[in-house]
């Protein structure tokens, strides 16, 4: 397969002479030569910085990137993992390829170790005791190189309940609207290399302009969007203008963060690190572990405690420790530092700095697979068809367009569940149900036009996920070291309520797959099912953690006995450390992470930067 290799040499050469600062041994910055190496830490040495920031991912480079906007600042970021191009080659940037950052199986040697923390669940016992891989991108860029880069931003009530619940009018959707926006360079769909009669409805004022990161959709259209829409429209969803301006229940377009040119995924190290790399004094300290936050006698944090190689050293913080490692690792990174709750600390003899309920608050949501042969061409033929592949290589290549743009769908629908399915639900889970937002939809339907390995054939996967989560899952440590991965339990599907909720989802997703007219023949994982129990069975065998998980160190209001932060990220009891990334948030929002994750890291990137 030479063709293949051919891409992935041409992805990463044009992905490296794009990249100001990372292919030029010299750069001009106001007159005097800049070096490479000027952006990169050394390792050994210890240094002092204003901030330093613990995780070069989504959160941790758009911090960063705000922060070195001020040229009086030193910044320091702390990235275990280096280059997911040079790492993984074009598996990261084709955006066809995401998939095969996904391996649901545990077995170690499905994982690429390079860019990936390689968790593995506890035993899921809403999903037939199953283990899972629990992918969280270990590399810079973190999981905005490592996913399928969809762009939603969840609905205004679900942000008014988390206003109420940090009791910060700040966290309410019209406040937050402008850093959403502030993020983003908006591009149209390219309606000639998508094709006429393949129109993409959007609204172009919701998204942005001027920011680092682009946003816009594949140049390619999915031939089984037309049955989907079908689909939706026969069971009535509401048409939407996009999935970006607060409002989510009905059916819309996605767009993706991916570069309008070259059609390569972009991540918040592809547009904000490249930024700050080619205008500012960053550091950057790659391939490198934070080991342990250092706080002096009146818990002030000091500085981190690094790993290079084995070399040990210390960053110094002046100001902060910015604590940007995920929803896995940031509480991983509190807790061996000295903040979680005590009866961990204690056991594995770290001394307590404070006693917060950290990694106790875990969310995410629960997606289930279902999976038939597809009369129209898609994305899981990529696999197995070389002649195909090759075929699709050639247009990427020549004309960015074709199925290697996309990650494999482009439509989303979302509801809250209609008659008759409501009325089966009985009183415990309409009363749970009653917590989430008017607007917010209790699941979502996703359809990717994807198959099993080396497939020769069409196939799609129906992929419904339920959004009012309940279920509550832990980050528990292993050890007092973080070079060994902390315990992950997301507890999926395990909630009574998510149960029958979903029972009576499945029976509305079989109305929507009969409606689409895209199927051909059985269903290829579970098997039919007709019964409530054998519905019940059907989702516990394919179901699966879905990588948006929130909520391990959670904002809340001081005195709140789970709130680990303030609405600023500043963690409660102790000075100089704060928390950036999806772990603050109390509650996943409907819809997909990535986008919420950048908005948290504008809007506290202006808090730090405006003293609060």
């Not at 009535?236 to 070259?262: H, N, R």
């Not at 391939?287 to 790993?307: R, Y």
């Not at 889970?429 to 036009?449: I, K, M, N, V, W």
Request: contains cysteine; charged residues 20%.
């Amino acid at each position: 397969m030479a063709f293949l290799h051919l891409l992935a040499w041409s992805s990463i050469v044009k992905a490296v002479v794009s990249a100001p600062a990372v292919l030029n041994t010299l750069q001009q910055q106001g007159g005097p030569s800049k070096l490479v190496g000027t952006s990169f830490g050394v390792p050994g040495s210890s240094s002092k910085f204003d901030y330093v920031i613990i995780g070069g991912g989504t959160a941790g480079l758009t911090v960063a990137e705000r922060l070195s906007e001020d040229p009086s600042l030193s910044i320091a970021v702390v990235e275990a993992g280096s280059f997911y191009e040079l790492d993984n080659g074009n598996v990261s940037q084709i955006p066809a390829f995401y998939a095969k950052n996904f391996n649901q199986t545990p077995v170690a040697d499905t994982i690429q170790p390079l860019i990936d923390w390689a968790f593995i669940t506890e035993p899921q016992t809403g999903l037939g005791g199953r283990k899972f891989h629990y992918s969280q991108g270990k590399t810079l860029g973190g999981s905005s190189g490592r996913n399928s880069n969809i762009f939603t931003r969840g609905t205004v009530g679900f942000f008014k309940r988390v206003a109420d619940v940090v009791g910060d009018p700040s966290w309410e959707w019209d406040q937050l609207l402008p850093y959403y926006k502030k993020s983003v360079q908006f591009t149209p769909p390219n309606q000639d290399k998508i094709g006429a009669g393949n129109e993409i409805t959007f609204d172009a004022s919701a998204y942005g302009a001027g920011g680092p990161l682009h946003v816009t959709y594949s140049n390619y259209y999915q031939p089984m969007n037309k049955g989907l829409i079908k689909g939706f429209t026969d069971l009535g969803f509401k048409a939407l203008q996009g999935l970006v301006s607060g409002t989510m229940i009905g059916w819309g377009y996605l767009a993706v963060s991916i570069d309008p040119a070259t059609q390569l995924k972009d991540s918040s190290e592809t547009s904000f690190l490249w930024t700050a790399l080619g205008n500012s004094t960053l550091k950057v300290y790659k391939e490198t572990f934070a080991k342990k936050i250092l706080f002096d006698s009146s818990k002030k944090a000091t500085g981190v405690q690094v790993e290079t190689a084995g070399l040990s050293y210390t960053l110094n913080a002046v100001k902060e420790v910015i604590v940007a490692a995920g929803v896995t690792r940031s509480p991983q990174m509190l807790m061996v530092s000295g903040v979680g709750p005590g009866p961990i600390l204690r056991q594995h003899n770290i001394p307590v700095v404070k006693e917060l309920q950290v990694g106790q608050n875990w969310q995410d949501h629960c997606a289930f697979e279902f999976q038939y042969k597809m009369n129209v061409e898609g994305n899981a033929a990529l696999e197995g068809d070389k002649e195909f592949l090759y075929k699709s290589t050639q247009e990427f290549i020549t004309s960015q367009a074709g199925p290697l743009t996309s990650w494999g769908g482009d439509i989303l629908g979302f509801e809250k569940l209609p008659e008759p399915y409501r009325s089966a639900l009985d009183n415990n889970t309409l009363h749970d149900l009653r917590a989430f937002a008017d607007d917010q939809p209790e699941y979502e339907f996703l359809t990717a036009s994807h198959g099993p390995q080396m497939a020769t054939e069409s196939y799609v996967t129906f992929t419904p996920a339920i959004l009012s989560v309940i279920s509550k899952g832990t980050i528990d440590l292993v050890s007092d070291n973080t070079a060994d991965n902390p315990k992950v339990d997301p507890k999926s599907f395990s909630s009574p309520s998510e149960q029958k909720l979903g029972i009576q989802m499945y029976k509305r997703l079989q109305e929507f797959i009969n409606a689409t007219g895209l199927t051909e023949g059985p269903e290829l994982k579970a098997g039919p099912a007709t019964t409530d129990a054998e519905i019940l069975k059907a989702l516990q065998q394919t179901g699966l953690p879905w990588y948006h998980g929130v909520g391990s160190c959670p904002m809340g209001k001081e005195g709140d006995p789970n709130a680990v932060v303030d609405s600023t990220g500043k963690v409660f009891g102790v000075q100089g450390v704060r928390v950036v990334d999806a772990s603050i948030i109390p509650f996943v929002a409907p819809g997909h992470s990535m986008a919420p994750v950048y908005m948290v890291a504008e809007k506290i990137s202006d808090d730090i930067k405006n003293g609060r």
